[in-house]
């Protein structure tokens, strides 16, 4: 799985799937397409809806709706946004690095047990 470490606060130094919000007017899987690109470099191909979680732990957007997808594959090189991401890096899901927000920690959970 392809996360990122983020270089700013909240959870600043811990790692992340990558993502951002919505616009006025787009689509979330535009966001995802967009959002993929800008924080890892990477083209997002094959997108499958898998979850909407609220979130409890975001302090600029408390309730905020998260849309999960899962992507494969991925197109281009890697190069993580400085601006908000100190690394972008793959992962298996049994060694996986540690995780800031409580819904990408619940992700995780559901991804291990759809394994």
Do not use: C
């Not at 909240?10 to 616009?23: A, L, Q």
């Not at 999960?68 to 298996?92: H, L, M, R």
């Amino acid at each position: 799985m392809l996360l990122v470490e983020r270089g700013r606060e909240p959870y600043k130094n811990t790692w992340m799937f990558p993502g951002g919000f919505v616009e006025y007017g787009e689509h979330p899987e535009e966001t995802l397409r967009r959002e993929v690109k800008e924080e890892t470099g990477l083209k997002a191909e094959k997108i499958s809806f898998f979850k909407i979680v609220q979130s409890v732990d975001d302090p600029r957007a408390p309730g905020n709706l998260i849309f999960f997808y899962q992507v494969k594959p991925y197109e281009g090189s890697i190069k993580t946004d400085e601006k908000e991401n100190v690394a972008v890096n793959w992962f298996s899901l049994d060694r996986l690095p540690k995780i800031g927000w409580k819904s990408h920690k619940y992700i995780i959970k559901a991804l291990k047990k759809d394994k």
